[in-house]
């Protein structure tokens, strides 16, 4: 069947499973634009406020259900203002698909109104690209694209389509959804060691990130747990792969996480790591991390064994496959001196807790919000977070019940990431989904508010304001001396009048006791809905390892 160009883009994403799509149009992609039109019984498209949250809504659309998520700009500045985000689902490795219009072949290469060579700025920052200058490539092309988006280790692709193309008439055929590139099982040699190193440990701790998180392992890592008598903690990317109240699960590790976690780990005398990449954030010091352990890590990249961490043993090949010959081969044991020493850092822990809380007595503090939003959120419901400290308090505080409830940029640390991944989330599973921003991350992508507002997607949007960049700030307060140098905003910004211009309810809080009347409120309305949430600028993340520093150096509690 004949079809043109930007058609067959169309046809092939609906035959590749495609349901949703986000984008902004311009003069280079308006032929695809008007196919989307005529198919638009078959293909939902987000019209977003910037092509930013576009693909900030394609990459939190794929973090909530592990399909390949797909934002569509036109070229130059639409396409350079996907980068952002294209960068974003790369660090954090999460499949995406990025379709860019560009200039005519005819006008490559001479400067043309809004050319840009996007597939070059991109190649850093993309599993693969596509520059499609020949109409028969197009379908296999998009076809491609899809696989590679999804096999292995997943990350985004990006296709440019140049105007003459998306006109051009071509036969379109269509094909099966691409499956997987099965990846290579691990060899028995790597499994027998593992299964060694497993069973002659005493101390075990299961170390999981976003690999064993995309992968859904929950249920079958608690169970390795349990067979090895092993505590489990995880990254920052594995949050909501093991459900909270697990009497193993010790919780996020590293520069910010739970304190029994981070400890536990140091004191492991084997750290088995799943899908993680022993990240800067994670490790600290690397000449002082995991000195008395030894360290196993399944992957499937062969390119992140020994990257950051020397280990030893990389087990190579299909996690999934890896490990569960692993969990059969071991034998099941019982560590009595290692429950002990745990269940001395969660007493600690808690204790560090109890002191907190009574310190801060009947103030709003991040804790207290989280108390009132877990107590209140549904099991479904979607957290996502821009960067901050909020999103770290997120990661410290917030309950999750199942997989795929968390929603954060781990690897690029992407401010304003937030509103448009929560939206991608919310259309692509329906599900309750809370925001939780700061007012320094809201302010560089608040325009999408039109797009929620326009949608009616129910998203409560809970910004934490203390009137600062309160990361940056606490690092100013801890190791530059108190030099709060362009860290205190002094803006002037009426957060509810901001919403209700928009077309959002907002409201603001500043007790413990009007939050929770707000947040309960909240979720009840429909559509967007801020709450302005009153903090003190001196509420410090905690715990934390210094710059340079290691566990050893860990701060549980500041003299503010």
């Not at 032929?31 to 939902?44: F, H, P, R």
């Not at 608690?222 to 009497?247: H, N, R, V, W």
């Not at 490790?283 to 961490?309: C, H, M, R, W």
Request: proline fraction near 4%.
């Amino acid at each position: 069947m004949k079809m043109t160009g930007a058609e067959i883009i169309v046809n092939t994403l609906i035959e590749q499973g495609v349901t949703d799509v986000f984008g902004y149009p311009g003069g280079q992609i308006l032929n695809v634009y008007d196919a989307l039109y005529k198919y638009s019984d078959k293909i939902n498209h987000v019209l977003t406020a910037h092509e930013q949250g576009a693909s900030h809504a394609a990459d939190g659309y794929s973090r909530a259900t592990g399909k390949v998520g797909v934002c569509i700009a036109t070229s130059g500045p639409g396409a350079t203002n996907l980068v952002t985000g294209i960068a974003t689902a790369m660090l954090d490795s999460i499949p995406m698909v990025a379709i860019t219009g560009n200039v005519p072949c005819s006008l490559i290469g001479k400067d043309s109104f809004q050319e840009i060579d996007i597939t070059g700025i991109t190649l850093p920052i993309t599993k693969h690209n596509y520059f499609v200058n020949k109409i028969e490539d197009l379908a296999d092309s998009i076809r491609e694209a899809f696989q590679i988006a999804k096999s292995g280790r997943p990350g985004p692709v990006l296709i440019d389509v140049p105007k003459d193309v998306q006109i051009a008439l071509y036969d379109y055929e269509p094909k099966p959804v691409v499956e997987k590139i099965p990846l290579p099982c691990a060899k028995d040699k790597s499994i027998e060691e593992a299964i060694k190193l497993v069973n002659e440990s005493k101390r075990p701790y299961i170390y999981i990130g976003g690999g064993a998180a995309g992968l859904g392992m929950g249920e079958e890592i608690l169970a390795f747990a349990e067979k090895i008598d092993a505590y489990i903690g995880c990254t920052f990317m594995g949050l909501s792969a093991i459900p909270d109240g697990q009497e193993r699960f010790l919780g996020m590790q590293g520069m910010h996480g739970h304190y029994a976690s981070s400890m536990s780990q140091k004191d492991a005398d084997l750290i088995i790591g799943i899908g993680v990449r022993f990240s800067d954030r994670a490790t600290g010091n690397v000449a002082k991390y995991a000195k008395n352990s030894k360290i196993i890590q399944l992957d499937p990249d062969f390119a992140e064994i020994n990257k950051n961490i020397k280990v030893d043993l990389g087990v190579i090949g299909d996690v999934r496959d890896a490990f569960s010959r692993i969990v059969a081969g071991v034998q099941a044991k019982k560590n009595l001196e290692w429950n002990a020493i745990v269940s001395a850092y969660k007493a600690d822990e808690k204790r560090f807790d109890e002191e907190a809380a009574k310190a801060a007595g009947d103030k709003l503090t991040p804790r207290k919000v989280f108390e009132i939003i877990n107590a209140n959120k549904q099991e479904r419901t979607i957290i996502a977070t821009d960067v901050g400290q909020h999103q770290m308090w997120t990661a410290q505080y917030a309950s999750f019940d199942t997989t795929r409830r968390f929603v954060s940029s781990g690897g690029l640390g992407t401010m304003g990431f937030g509103l448009g991944a929560a939206m991608g989330a919310y259309v692509a599973t329906k599900d309750p989904t809370v925001l939780i921003t700061g007012d320094g991350s809201f302010g560089m992508n608040l325009n999408e508010l039109a797009t929620a507002v326009t949608y009616n997607l129910p998203i409560v949007i809970v910004l934490m304001n203390n009137g600062v960049l309160g990361m940056v700030r606490q690092w100013q307060t801890l190791f530059f001396g108190k030099r709060y140098s362009n860290t205190v905003l002094e803006r002037k910004t009426d957060f509810v009048k901001l919403a209700e211009a928009f077309g959002a309810n907002g409201f603001v809080a500043t007790t413990p006791e009007e939050f929770a009347e707000c947040f309960t409120k909240a979720i009840t309305l429909g559509g967007p809905v801020l709450i302005d949430t009153r903090i003190d600028k001196d509420e410090f993340v905690l715990p934390m390892l210094p710059p340079g520093g290691s566990i050893d150096d860990i701060i549980v509690k500041v003299q503010k």
